[in-house]
């Protein structure tokens, strides 16, 4: 049979509750053994106290009659020893005590044989009761016998140094008088104490455990929310400081997905209208040859052909970033000069930028070797995104400078252009999919998916590199790309 789950508040009440309530039960019955322990050891030692008092009397009075005949079969010399032991007779004289000195009171019977004084219990009464005086044979003298398990304490009568008799104490079973009415009192007041603990640990435990228990509510509303595709949801961290570090996760947390929710429309809205632009141009076209308007002439197919590869190079960078996305893009990392691939493809620009009036500048091709293990396809496509989004977004006549330096473990590349410049709000959203700066870093002869930049971070990033954008000190953009010479280990390709 499964146990019914609990609320965490409740768990939590029931913890401290117990946890309190196991202490103070603990606390209190060593509390309660150590006082009956230590209640015990007082009366142990005033008995110990009595008795050597009273042996030390007895020793008194038998230094004239060492066989002590006086204490034989007549109960009245042990009264009067008591009487004296208790000091309601006078002291000083220590002859022997003899039956004619104990006889009863004018109109009073003599006591039973070997009856004890009367007394209150707990006093010297008690006392006289519990106290057995026999000789050295073992024979009584005076006193109660006491029973054979009774717990006893004995103390020798000596006379001159000689053993003569033996005192007999039995411990008190029970305290009585006003010794069982202190310990009643101290046990009562432990009780009552043990009590209030518990009760005032059932309602600290209920307290704490309420206090704990709302700001995880608050998460669990929360997360609730989240699901139910609520993403303006802000909580107030509170409770603990793991629970308001959680709290200002799941806000963290709430403002990312709301971010990633309008990123995905965004994509949705953005690649719907990539997509239809250039299919509503093949379309107009074949439906203009279709109804003769137009005829199939090599500049109308070169134009549809365009259009073609623009789709084409749009779904390619698409499924780039689907993959990069997914954890999977693959590189095969090789060995080679670093500072001759990049000089080389870098080249490659040179033509387009004089015919697009733009002064294209380039390390000297004569550097040191730069020893790198890469994938230089995608090195190659990076830099070819680099420059491509330089020369599409810089006016005539700018420059676009290229420049790297390598030190033991870091290759820095950066390319910086001319004006016109990027706002700094568009710096922060430079790599995102599908994004395009304002219209001043726009030319109309040249058309991009806005997909370039963000290829680029994912190709740095599969070589465990970066990619950061800022002002450039020539008017425009500076993008600086750093890659690790030798990545320890390139993400594998996602098995689907």
Known sequence: ???????????????????????????????????????????????????????????????????????????????????????RAPRGQHRPLAPRDFGPAPGRPPPPFNQPPPGPRGGLGSLGERLFIRDLQGQ???????????????RAIKVNGQEVAFVDLMAEPQPDGVDARFLQRQTSRLLWAVL?????AML????????????????????????????????QPTGALEIADLMEDMNSMTSELARLEEARR??????????????????????????GARTPSAPVLSGLRDEVLQLNRLVDDLHTLSVADMGGMHCDLTEG??????????????????????????????????????????IEQLLNN??????????????????????????????????????????KELFEP???????????????????????????????????????THGGLQLCVRLPVRPSQAPKRHSK
């Open 386 to 427: 680099l420059l491509t989004n330089s020369l599409r977004y810089t006016s005539a006549p700018g420059v676009v400078l290229v420049d790297w330096e390598c030190d033991s473990r870091l290759l820095t590349l950066t390319i910086d252009d001319s004006a016109p410049g990027v706002s700094p709000t568009d710096l």
């Open 1 to 87: 049979m499964r146990l019914p789950r609990l609320r965490i508040a409740h768990q939590l009440s029931l913890l401290i509750a117990a946890t309190v309530v196991l202490a103070v039960l603990v606390v209190g019955g060593l509390s309660f053994l150590n006082l009956r322990s230590g209640f015990r050891d007082y009366l142990q030692t005033r008995d110990d106290d009595q008795l050597t008092r009273f042996v030390a009397l007895v020793e008194q009075h038998a230094a004239t009659d060492p066989q002590l005949q006086w204490l034989r079969e007549d109960p009245e010399p042990m009264r009067a020893l008591m009487d004296e032991f208790s000091g």
């Open 337 to 378: 000069d670093a500072h001759a691939w990049l000089w080389r493809v870098a080249h490659r620009f040179a033509g387009r930028a004089r015919h697009m009036g733009i002064e294209l500048r380039l390390p000297a091709q004569k550097g040191l070797p730069i020893l790198v293990r890469w994938d230089f396809g995608r």
């Open 266 to 291: 965004r994509w949705i809205a953005q690649i719907s209208h990539e997509l239809r632009t250039p299919l509503a141009v093949l379309r107009g076209e074949l439906e203009a040859i279709e109804d």
């Open 204 to 235: 600290a435990a209920w307290w704490m455990a309420g206090r704990w228990s709302r700001p995880l509510l608050s998460l669990q509303r929360a997360s609730r929310e989240i699901a139910r595709g609520r993403r303006t949801l802000t909580l």
């Open 434 to 472: 599908l994004f395009r700066g304002d219209r001043a870093r726009q030319r109309g002869d040249h058309r991009g998916s806005g997909l370039g930049l963000s290829i680029v971070r994912s190709i740095a990033q599969a070589h465990h590199g970066s990619v950061t954008a800022s002002a450039s």
């Open 140 to 154: 009584r003298l005076a006193g109660r016998p006491q029973p054979p398990d009774a717990r006893t304490t004995v």
């Open 196 to 200: 209030g603990s518990i009760a005032i």
